[in-house]
């Protein structure tokens, strides 16, 4: 199976910056994609941004503020945030997908971190 750990979340006011990290570990094969989710309570799971094939894409109201990157030799995916505001606050959780070594097979795998709390507040 594959494992998601995520980081960098915390407090911050409006204006400021925040880095968000995914490490991936297991017995991964390859990884088709990775993606950054938001939950806002009170609101639907959104997709925040994803990086597949080197491609990336992203939600409008965060395009030209958040930057997806990927480290693939540490299957580490990043979530640069700046220009942070009150409207960004949720838990955001990150998404990988890919194969992973099941014995002599290979299998899918779909697995999510446990998400991190982003607040931004003054």
């Known amino acids: 199976q594959v494992q998601l750990v995520e980081s960098g979340g915390g407090l911050v006011q409006p204006g400021g910056s925040l880095r968000l990290s995914c490490a991936a570990s297991?017995?991964?094969?390859?990884?088709?994609?990775m993606g950054w989710y938001r939950q806002a309570p009170g609101k639907e799971r959104e997709l925040v941004a994803s990086m597949v094939s080197g491609s990336s894409t992203y939600t409008d109201s965060v395009k030209g503020r958040f930057t997806i990157s990927r480290d693939s030799a540490k299957n580490t995916v990043y979530l640069q945030m700046n220009t942070l505001k009150p409207e960004d606050t949720a838990v955001y959780s990150c998404?990988?997908?890919?194969?992973?070594?099941?014995?002599?097979?290979?299998?899918?795998?779909?697995?999510w971190g446990q998400g991190t709390q982003v607040t931004v507040s003054s």
């Open positions: 297991g017995s991964i094969f390859s990884i088709d994609g």
């Open positions: 998404n990988a997908r890919g194969l992973y070594h099941s014995g002599i097979v290979l299998r899918n795998f779909d697995s």
